[in-house]
């Protein structure tokens, strides 16, 4: 008996320890097995916790890779050249898009009619022209890139190529051309007033973030085709 209680004392603590073993080994490969899928538990609660924390840098991404979709270059859009055989003179040095030409000269005349003196600027301009402009003026008044473009398109991203775009100048008041005093004449108050009727809109008004306000720039929006080049500047905020 007393033999039988040492076996049994002698037992018990063997049998605990098989048991302690046993369950650690159990919970070993337990824990081999479902590592991965706690793993993936884990980082999909980690995911969730940064996707709710992380403020809104990631909206403001978006939007900021919506709005380099345009493919704007210092706030300026890319416009083609437009085909040679779409071109008009229709004074000396001023060439437009053929499809503008009787809007423009037709706006012309009723401000005539209504005693103001249209003058065309400038019309079509050529990539080139638009290169030797934005550079070689950019050297001459020492200015950066990015501060010429406030006051010139880069070439390639000119209205003035597309043939639809014309700066307007008063013919009484000269002195104004290419100024923003431009919009204290009474052409460019004609304009604000009737120019919409030709199909006539300001390009670069007050708001925009990018480029100086240019009263005396205009294009012309009369066309389907016109309305597809300046599709994208329309949609801006
Ligand atoms: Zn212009």
Redesign the pocket.
Same mark, same amino acid.
């Given at each position: 008996m007393q033999q039988n209680k040492e076996i049994d004392q002698f037992d018990i603590p063997l049998a605990k320890r098989t048991h302690l073993n046993n369950s650690n080994s159990i919970s070993i490969k337990k824990l081999l097995i479902f590592s991965p899928f706690l793993f993936l538990f884990f980082s999909f609660v980690a995911l969730q916790l940064i996707r709710n924390t992380e403020p809104r840098p990631s909206s403001n991404f978006n939007f900021q890779n919506e709005k380099n979709l345009d493919h704007r270059i210092l706030g300026h859009l890319p416009y083609n050249e437009i085909p040679k055989e779409k071109l008009v003179l229709i004074e000396p040095n001023i060439e437009v898009h053929i499809d503008m030409r009787d809007s423009l000269l037709m706006m012309r005349n009723e401000a005539k009619r209504d005693g103001i003196y249209l003058v065309f600027l400038?019309g079509y301009r050529s990539i080139n022209l638009q290169n030797d402009i934005f550079y070689s003026l950019k050297s001459i008044r020492n200015q950066e890139a990015a501060e010429r473009a406030r006051v010139s398109a880069p070439p390639g991203y000119s209205e +003035?190529s597309t043939g639809f775009?014309i700066?307007l100048g008063d013919a009484t008041q000269r002195e104004t051309d290419f100024e923003t005093e431009f919009e204290n004449t009474d052409a460019f108050r004609w304009l604000k007033k009737n120019a919409a009727k030709f199909h006539f809109k300001l390009s670069f008004d007050k708001n925009n973030k990018y480029i100086d306000y240019?009263p005396w +720039?205009w294009r012309y929006e009369g066309s389907i085709d016109a309305l597809k080049i300046f599709e994208t500047s329309n949609r801006e905020p």
């Open positions: 400038s +003035h775009a700066d240019e +720039h």
